[in-house]
């Protein structure tokens, strides 16, 4: 075979891995990019709530944790991504936005769940997915029922008119729990364990017949909790009302 011959061969092979590689890339990306949810002002439901929560705790976003996107944090978004390099800095939450967020990997795969434009979308897994973080963050390693107590609390608190009346109002009411504040509730993957629990408390189990806080003894807390009534002892953990 002659040389020049060859040479075309070696050419043609190279450009057919490099478009192949490319195309494989663009899939990847692609795939990737719809496995997390994108927000955009309009956009509703927990993701959004999740969005709010770590902009507030940066310092980005002064609103409520409401779940809307509207201006401030259309606002908040746009003044993030502008700090950090983040192009084009149009509001738009994709999957850079997440990654830069620190929140890739705990919004992955929600992509649809609840980010539809207008109207409320909190369902009833939206509800068992964030339960069941705060009880896998606040509870691993404690007995089933414990863990299940962690969540009946939290439960509690919807219905007590001394806190927010709605699930994720009490988990991201600011330094009510402290895996939320320290952001250790993203970090860690809840077990199925903590799954079953957070289903048992949302089907009505309550191990601690009403108690609306747990502490762990062991730790340091404030004094003030001390003055509450305690009811029940689960596990390192003790509950009151």
């Known amino acids: 075979?002659?040389?020049?011959?060859?040479?075309?061969?070696v050419i043609a092979v190279a450009l057919s891995l490099a478009a192949t590689t490319s195309t494989s890339l663009l899939q990847q990306y692609r795939a990737e990019a719809q496995s997390v949810p994108v927000l955009r002002w309009g956009s509703t439901g927990q993701a959004v709530k999740t969005?709010?929560?770590r902009l507030q705790q940066w310092g980005y976003y002064q609103g409520s944790i409401d779940g809307v996107y509207g201006a401030q944090t259309y606002r908040a978004v746009v003044n993030f991504q502008t700090k950090n390099g983040i192009y084009p800095a149009d509001g738009?939450?994709?999957?850079s936005t997440w990654r830069a967020l620190g929140l890739y990997n705990a919004v992955a795969g929600t992509a649809g769940q609840s980010q539809r434009t207008g109207g409320t979308s909190v369902t009833r897994s939206d509800e068992l997915e964030l339960l069941a973080r705060v009880i896998a963050a606040e509870a691993e390693g404690e007995p089933f029922e414990g863990q299940v107590a962690v969540g009946a609390v939290i439960l509690n608190r919807v219905k007590d008119p001394r806190f927010p009346n709605t699930l994720s109002g009490v988990i991201y009411q600011p330094h009510a729990f402290e895996s939320v504040t320290n952001g250790l509730v993203w970090r860690r993957t809840p077990s199925d364990e903590a799954y079953r629990a957070a289903r048992a408390a949302?089907?009505?189990?309550?191990?601690t017949y009403g108690a609306v806080f747990f502490w762990n003894p062991s730790k340091p807390v404030s004094s003030w909790i001390w003055t509450r009534q305690i009811v029940a002892r689960i596990g390192s953990h003790v509950f009151a009302i």
């Open 202 to 207: 949302l089907n009505g189990w309550d191990p």
């Open 51 to 53: 969005l709010q929560w």
């Open 92 to 95: 738009v939450v994709g999957a």
């Open 1 to 9: 075979m002659k040389r020049p011959v060859v040479v075309a061969l």
